[in-house]
Every structure is written in structure tokens, then in C-alpha cells.
């Protein structure tokens, strides 16, 4: 089955930008989503369709997409920002959603 | 807008079946809008796809639960539900239902309701 590779961390300071990679075998090819999700609640949709973001989500979350790697970026990183960070596709070849592994995004 | 609420035990015995069901409110389950999904998320790990069906019933489910799941649908509650056989500790989770748009992604949530599985 299709594999999503996140790293499992990312930190950054306030008010900078933060980058989270989703690494999959020629991904550019496919549709990415983005979810946040906080401790105790359950997951957000905060971009899809690689870049599409869904009413109320804030313009600093922007998501891109080529090659083997989807990147969801986060500009001018607040406290509030702090989660976990998941992206999600659809494998082809058994027409089934598929996560990665996630990425805690720490706000220093 | 969508609203989704899990219901069910939380706690089984291993060996038994998990039975969830999901209320629908906010859209008819049968407006065809939508496939409605299970995830579920094991304590402190990330999410994992179960299943999901559409309205006409069709079903399409993770071929490494695939043995033990069923999905159905009731549109007279505007509900649809999970059931998982043969549970072992390894299905301990926070179980979510979900509507997923056709085009891939997961736009509404249920609040998840934790199951565990303990003699």
C-alpha cells in the first residue's frame, strides 16, 4: 500500500515559518490534505487538494505539492499553532485514504 | 453543516465484537453528498482509516481490518455504524466517524468516543 513519510517533529519560533514535508512515491501526481489536530480534540482540516484551504482557516496556512514531497507551511507561527499535523492521501490502487504518520509541531 | 456523534460501549472484552454507531445531523446520509467513514487512533499514534460506505451501501474497507469489519448503513436514523470482530488489546483507540467528501478529504469530525479492550 502507498506510504506517508513525515517527520515526527518540527519546532520553530514565533512570528517564523514553519515547514512540514509529507514524503511519498511521486505524491505531485496525487491529491494532498492537510489536518491539524490538538491534544484531546479531533482532527481539522486545514488544506486540501494540495493547496485549497476550507472556510476559517487563517491565509498563513498555504500547502504545495511536486515531485515526491507535499509541504504544508505555516507563516508567522503562533502559539495556537502548536499540534499535531497529518497529511492524507488516496491510494490509487485500493481507493482507500491513507495517513501519515504525523508531525508535533512545537511552538518555542 | 455536518454534525457527527460516535455511540457505543467503551469498554470490551477481547475476543468480542465493537459496535459503534454515528448520528448525522445537519444533511440527510442519503443526500449522496458524502462517504461516511470510520478512523480510529490508538493512544498517543496517529490516525488510521478503517472503512467507509456511500449511500448506496457500497463499502470499501482497509484490506488489513478487512477480515473483521463491517459497515452498514441505516437511512430511516440518518445513522451508520461499525462493527469489528474479534478484538484484541491492538483495537484500543479513540474511534472517530467521519464524512469524507468524494473528493478525498475528511471535512467533518465526529468528537470520538474511546474504546478499550480489556477483559
Known amino acids: 500500500s502507498y506510504v506517508l513519510t513525515q517527520p515526527p517533529s518540527v519546532s520553530v519560533a514565533p512570528g517564523k515559518t514553519a515547514r512540514i514535508t509529507c514524503g511519498g512515491n511521486?505524491?505531485?501526481?496525487?491529491?494532498v490534505h492537510w489536518y491539524q489536530q490538538k491534544p484531546g480534540q479531533a482532527p481539522v482540516l486545514v488544506i486540501y487538494h494540495d493547496s485549497d484551504r476550507p472556510s476559517g482557516i487563517p491565509e498563513r496556512f498555504s500547502g504545495s505539492n511536486s515531485g515526491n514531497t507535499a509541504t504544508l507551511t505555516i507563516s508567522r507561527v503562533e502559539a495556537g499553532d502548536e499540534a499535531d499535523y497529518y497529511c492524507q492521501v488516496c491510494d490509487s490502487s485500493s481507493d482507500h485514504p491513507v495517513f501519515g504518520g504525523g508531525t508535533k509541531l512545537t511552538v518555542l | 453543516q455536518v454534525q457527527l456523534q460516535e455511540s457505543g460501549p467503551g469498554l470490551v472484552k477481547p475476543s468480542q465484537t465493537l459496535s459503534l454507531t454515528c448520528t448525522v445531523s445537519?444533511?440527510?446520509?442519503?443526500?449522496?453528498?458524502?462517504?461516511w467513514s470510520w478512523i480510529r487512533q490508538p493512544a498517543g499514534k496517529g490516525l488510521e482509516w478503517i472503512g467507509r460506505?456511500?449511500?448506496?451501501?457500497?463499502?470499501n474497507y482497509n484490506p488489513s481490518l478487512k477480515s473483521r469489519i463491517t459497515i452498514s448503513v441505516d437511512t430511516s436514523k440518518n445513522q451508520f455504524s461499525l462493527k469489528l470482530n474479534s478484538v484484541t488489546a491492538a483495537d484500543t483507540a479513540v474511534y472517530y466517524c467521519a464524512s469524507t467528501a468524494v473528493a478525498g478529504f475528511v471535512d467533518y469530525w465526529g468528537q470520538g468516543t474511546l474504546v478499550t479492550v480489556s477483559s
Open positions: 460506505i456511500y449511500t448506496s451501501g457500497s463499502t
Open positions: 445537519g444533511d440527510s446520509i442519503s443526500s449522496g453528498s458524502y462517504y
Open positions: 511521486n505524491i505531485g501526481s496525487k491529491s
